[in-house]
């Protein structure tokens, strides 16, 4: 067995008793060019029931910083207008919305989350709720064989690295933005998909927080795994409108069920 790196810290986040129904969402990757999903989104979040909202991660398929909603600092295009639209449609949620940082959305900062309405989870979190210890993370710091993108997430967590990427003119950023999503169609083009989460270390994770159930997103492998030991581990899908079949999807927890995949229906 390989040497592990360093357990996280886990912070604990503990629901009030009135709370009866949690929705969580992952990976979906909102973007200008992408109305159909953005759409569906917008009618989850406005047609949700649940006492809480939670977003773990790359909620947008690219955040450039939040001066982007300034108007005063923003350069006005149609993509700043987008990014808007979703800060008010979050905000705009009849309950709180968490929110948790993915490896696309890491620059989204305590402005945007202001304007946004959103409060912040850190990565990861253990959430106390229905009688359980539920494990909350992106999932990305959990692929380890993904050597290359471990050393590109340990560069764009440093605090000095990502003030110094904010110093960069909006329209530079945004080239950048594109950058990443050129790169990202190149690899969906040659079949390449992302690594798997380590199952060691997710066990590591679990027995460490003292957690049943990990919940999590990023790989895009939406799947329910049995572990052993009476530990599981929840995959999250991404989002696309535009697939065939769609995937648009939500899983909820519950006080009176197990947790469920809800199918969004695409807006009318």
């Known amino acids: 067995m390989r040497e592990l790196p360093a357990l996280p810290t886990f912070a604990e986040l503990v629901a009030p008793e009135e709370w009866r129904v949690i929705d ?70 009849r309950c709180p919305v968490y929110f948790m940082h993915g490896n696309r959305d890491f620059l989204l900062g305590a402005t945007g989350r202001k304007a946004a309405g959103m409060q912040l989870l850190h990565d990861p979190t253990v959430l106390m709720f229905a009688g359980q210890r539920w494990l909350l993370s992106h999932g990305d710091a959990l692929c380890l064989d993904d050597v290359a993108y471990q050393k590109f997430r340990l560069q764009v967590q440093n605090p000095a690295w990502q003030q110094a990427s904010l110093q960069h003119p909006l329209a530079v950023r945004r080239q950048m933005a594109r950058q990443i999503r050129q790169a990202s169609e190149q690899r969906k083009d040659q079949g390449l998909g992302y690594a798997d989460v380590d199952p060691d270390a997710v066990r590591a994770w679990l027995q460490a927080s003292r957690s049943q159930t990990l919940i999590h997103g990023h790989t895009h492998l939406p799947a329910d795994h049995a572990l052993g030991d009476g530990l599981h581990r929840i995959v999250m899908s991404d989002w696309e409108a535009q697939a065939q079949p769609p995937r648009l999807e939500i899983l909820r927890l519950s006080t009176s069920a197990p947790p469920q995949r809800v199918g969004v229906p695409r807006a009318a």
Do not use: K
């Not at 047609?47 to 909603?69: N, P």
């Open 24 to 93: 969580c969402m992952s990976d979906v990757h909102l973007r200008p060019d992408d109305l159909p999903t953005f759409e569906a989104w917008q009618q989850a979040m406005a047609s949700s029931t649940a006492d809480a909202l939670f977003i773990l991660g790359d909620l947008f398929e690219v955040w450039v910083g939040d001066d982007a909603l300034d108007p005063a600092v923003g350069d006005g295009s149609p993509i700043g207008q987008f990014e808007l639209r979703c800060a008010q449609v979050i905000r705009a949620a």
